[in-house]
């Protein structure tokens, strides 16, 4: 059964950088499309990030040229680099998975990790 949990929330001031990270457990991370969403208090889950099985990327609007999401196959997870934060990026951020085999399948969610940009 897929487990997923992620790490490297924290507070940062604007300008800041963050790497979160969604390690998998029971899976092998490769064969899923695996992204990342957040979450503002008051606010519906929005995508961020998304990379498939192939590695290929892409990025909400907001975040682009400032978030970077890559595979460590190794470690059996997926990062998500941030870079240039802004206190519009505080948010809970989760990790989500599905396998490449079924892309609309409901998949799998980690419990979150909170972003908070502020100075």
């Known amino acids: 059964q897929m487990h997923l949990v992620e790490s490297g929330g924290g507070l940062v001031q604007p300008g800041g950088s963050l790497r979160l990270s969604c390690r998998a457990s029971?899976?092998?991370?490769?064969?899923?499309?695996v992204s990342w969403y957040r979450q503002r208090p008051g606010n519906q889950r929005e995508l961020v990030a998304r990379?498939?099985?192939?590695?290929?990327?892409n990025y909400a609007e907001s975040v682009k040229g400032r978030f970077t999401i890559s595979r460590d196959n190794p470690k059996n997870a997926v990062n998500l680099q941030m870079n240039s934060l802004k206190p519009e990026d505080t948010a809970m951020y989760y990790c989500?998975?599905?396998?490449?085999?079924?892309?609309?399948?409901?998949?799998?969610w980690g419990q979150g990790t909170q972003v908070t940009v502020s100075s």
């Open positions: 029971g899976i092998i991370f490769s064969m899923y499309h």
């Open positions: 989500h998975a599905v396998p490449y085999y079924d892309p609309n399948a409901v998949g799998s």
């Open positions: 990379i498939t099985n192939d590695d290929m990327t």
